[in-house]
């Protein structure tokens, strides 16, 4: 009889994990891509991974370039049904009324900028003020 409760309470979970994590209408992930250079993004997305690398930014995970960008769209982090860790980010688009899931892996700042999310190849960002010359970002375009 305990195994039965057992096994019920494992089914349940693992119900209620699978749930949660299809919270979301598209993965960044499996979006088409393209890998840009530093020289080559867009100067204002330059502008501010620079400001970042010199510590002239907040530590966030989600930057914008322009300020009207930042009531279109909502950031989230969704936390793990066992404990309080990260499964992933959730980048919500509330005009178009779709969400994203970005990966918890993906290293951060991301900068939203024409439609577009930009993703750097390398973590601490906010730490690296000689390498940011050399960083490389995955251009995403949003639906």
Known sequence: MKMNKL?????IISIASC??????????KYFSHQELTYEKLPKRVKM?????SLGGMDMKNLLFVDSADISTF????IETIAGP?????KLIDNKKQISY???YSFPF??????NKLYVPDKKNLYYCKEEIFEINCME???K
């Not at 096994?7 to 089914?11: G, P, R």
């Not at 749930?19 to 960044?28: L, N």
């Not at 909502?74 to 982090?77: K, L, N, P």
């Not at 860790?85 to 980010?89: F, G, V």
């Open 19 to 28: 749930a949660k994590d299809y919270d979301y209408d598209y993965r960044i």
């Open 109 to 114: 700042p991301y900068i939203i900028y024409h």
């Open 140 to 142: 995403y375009t949003l």
């Open 48 to 52: 501010l991974y620079r400001a970042v």
């Open 101 to 103: 899931r970005i990966e």
């Open 74 to 77: 909502d950031f989230e982090a």
């Open 7 to 11: 096994i019920f309470i494992i089914l």
């Open 85 to 89: 860790w990260i499964a992933y980010y």
